[in-house]
């Protein structure tokens, strides 16, 4: 997952670091997509011959298990061919000419389980609320004529995307015969070296991948020249690429869309809809009748890929902090400036770590930072990183300055949301007037519909999905009221902390970080000592490996700058420790809902109260405004 808006903020402030993807185009064999290259040993369309793709797969199984947009597939069975029909695309995409290593998610540190738990039983939640939603809905378009399914379906697990889990073991199988299969009969393969590493093998997979690009960068002979390319969706693999420290990088995933680009782009959607509807194209799939010129449509289904290139971020970093060359009284090193610029990034949110409070990267965090750094580094005395060490005294410079202005960005932040709170609620009232109304008047349903908000939205998904068939149609109006239901939901989570307001400090760390476990652990001092001890984790985990595969940080929310102070006095070391067992895992991040996805002799753990582990399956989950589980 990584940094929240990290991608945003890096597409914003330095755009010439985004280029599309020149993609070969897609014909469609025995009703499947497949993507072909035409000529597999011409040059790349892209105008640059790239070396080495690396997939992280836990990108693009999740997409194509279970799509956002679309129809779903049906079977466990069509999931792995759209997989495989992914890769193809990638492949036609880069066309790489020495190495192809697909990393699927083994077991994660113990670090990044927090996380994995907190996602999955969040997930689980939501997954209940929203059934129960929808069938509100379907009753109620029931009750105005709207012929509903007759059975409401249960939705698939996506839990089972998880290292141990059968459906892991089923794709796994299925990518070695993909992959021999390809090997044998494809041009494009055969002169390349492909290397899968599944479920089975420990570790993250955009981390399984950089470990081998360390290691191949060891070798005596290792070509500097090589360009690597990697797939995948989190946003901090733009800071792996850049702690690679390779010329050649670049990140590959699909185009993403922001503000007025976003807003334009769905607007085509729905015009491409009523296009479908007049039968020109959504006839067309159903009866899988495609010729070649009927690619671009085939291809329209999916996001266009787009290039960030490592090179020209660094470019652009490189002109930032090129100032400090002329200021600084020890010697300008840019690849040192370079990995401090990914610590600093630590502060802002990782999966490892909350962000400090007052670092949001939506309120201009990284910047500050950067200022802060330019500004601080001449009087430091040298660099706040080497390698994948951390110089804690001079990490206790930087983090004095951010506690400084704590006050101040709360405050700020409390009008905004403030603000913020005052039009939503205005909003309800209007439309909770609207439904008083109608009740009131004893209404028919055609009345209702022109007075209730949810209607006018029936109303527009008329419109909108007018040429789907009426199951369809009706799919498509309950998701939209669902959706709308589960925002609801989120909005309406209190916040009892409210920061900016006196005494925000003392409410924070009694509420959020449960005072209980704090006084047991040793006090608000154990959190700060742990926060420490997990920027250095995570700047190891990021340059050599995983330092220790059973620490973690123990509370759910990051300590305040303005409290971490005389850092240097905590002393930082790790047992690097074995990788947990795969139904260990997932023992600890499944919710008990998802219980059907572990070995058999395994479940009762999960849900007898005798159970040794049963406080690791709580039946009902606490959110927070931060969006956290605990």
């Not at 129960?132 to 379907?138: M, R």
């Not at 990697?230 to 901090?236: P, R």
């Not at 309800?428 to 007037?433: A, P």
């Not at 209702?448 to 999905?465: G, H």
Request: charged share 30%; net charge neutral.
């Amino acid at each position: 997952m990584g940094v929240p808006a990290f991608y945003r903020w890096v597409q914003e402030k330095y755009p010439k670091c985004v280029v599309d993807c020149v993609e070969s185009r897609a014909v469609v064999l025995e009703g499947e997509r497949h993507f072909e290259l035409t000529d597999t040993t011409g040059p790349s369309p892209n105008g640059f011959e790239v070396d080495n793709l690396y997939v992280d797969m836990n990108g693009l199984i999740h997409p194509c298990a279970h799509p956002e947009n679309g129809e779903a597939p049906k079977t466990e069975e069509e999931m792995y061919r759209r997989v495989m029909a992914y890769v193809d695309r990638l492949v036609a995409a880069v066309r790489p000419r020495r190495v192809l290593y697909l990393a699927i998610d083994g077991v994660a540190p113990r670090a990044k389980m927090n996380q994995q738990r907190a996602r999955r039983f969040r997930a689980a939640q939501e997954a209940e609320q929203r059934m129960e939603v929808e069938k509100e809905a379907l009753e109620y378009m029931s009750a105005l004529g709207h012929k509903v399914p007759s059975k409401q379906e249960k939705p698939w697990d996506s839990n089972v995307i998880t290292p141990g889990t059968k459906f892991m073991a089923k794709l796994a199988k299925y990518l070695r015969f993909y992959i021999r299969d390809r090997v044998n009969n494809n041009a494009a393969w055969k002169s390349i070296k492909v290397i899968l590493s599944d479920a089975g093998v420990p570790g993250e997979g955009e981390h399984k991948l950089m470990q081998y690009i360390r290691v191949q960068r060891s070798q005596p002979g290792y070509d500097p020249n090589q360009h690597h390319v990697l797939h995948g969706l989190d946003a901090d693999l733009i800071m792996l690429g850049l702690a690679t420290h390779e010329v050649k990088f670049s990140i590959l995933r699909e185009e993403v869309l922001f503000g007025k680009q976003k807003y334009e782009r769905e607007r085509q959607k729905e015009q491409q809809t009523v296009l479908d509807a007049n039968g020109t194209t959504l006839n067309k799939r159903k009866r899988g009748e495609f010729g070649e010129h009927d690619a671009d449509l085939v291809a329209s289904d999916l996001k266009p890929l787009q290039y960030l290139h490592i090179a020209t971020l660094r470019e652009y970093l490189y002109v930032e902090f090129e100032p400090l060359s002329r200021v600084l009284p020890f010697e300008y090193d840019f690849e040192r400036v370079i990995d401090d610029f990914v610590f600093l990034c630590f502060f802002v949110g990782n999966d490892f770590l909350p962000h400090l409070p007052s670092l949001d990267i939506r309120d201009g965090a990284l910047d500050f930072l950067i200022l802060i750094y330019a500004k601080l580094l001449p009087a430091m005395g040298g660099y706040i990183t080497d390698g994948g060490h951390v110089n804690l005294s001079r990490v206790d410079v930087i983090l004095a300055e951010v506690g400084q202005v704590e006050d101040v960005i709360f405050q700020r932040r409390a009008l905004k949301q403030a603000e913020n709170e005052r039009r939503r609620k205005s909003r309800l009232s209007n439309e909770k007037k609207d439904q008083i109304a109608a009740a009131a008047a004893k209404d028919s349903a055609t009345e209702i519909l022109k007075k209730r908000r949810i209607d006018k939205d029936i109303i527009a998904a008329d419109k909108k999905y007018g040429g789907l068939t009426p199951e369809e149609a009706v799919k498509a109006r309950v998701k939209e009221s669902v959706e709308k239901k589960l925002e609801q939901y989120r909005e309406e989570v209190q916040d009892v902390v409210r920061l900016g307001e006196p005494g925000w400090k003392t409410r924070y760390y009694s509420d959020k970080l449960k005072a209980d476990d704090i006084e047991v652990g040793g006090g608000r001092e154990r959190v700060f000592h742990a926060y420490i001890e997990g920027l250095c984790w995570v700047m190891r985990y990021y340059y050599t490996g995983c330092a220790s595969w059973q620490w973690f940080y123990p509370f759910h929310y990051a300590p305040f700058a303005s409290d971490l102070r005389n850092i240097d006095r905590f002393e930082i070391s790790f047992d690097e420790g074995v990788p947990f067992h795969p139904f260990e895992q997932l023992m600890g991040v499944f919710p008990a809902g998802s219980s059907h996805a572990i070995p058999k002799p395994y479940r009762w753990l999960m849900s007898d109260p005798e159970s040794p582990i049963i406080d690791f399956s709580p039946k009902d989950i606490r959110g927070v405004p931060n969006g956290n589980a605990c």
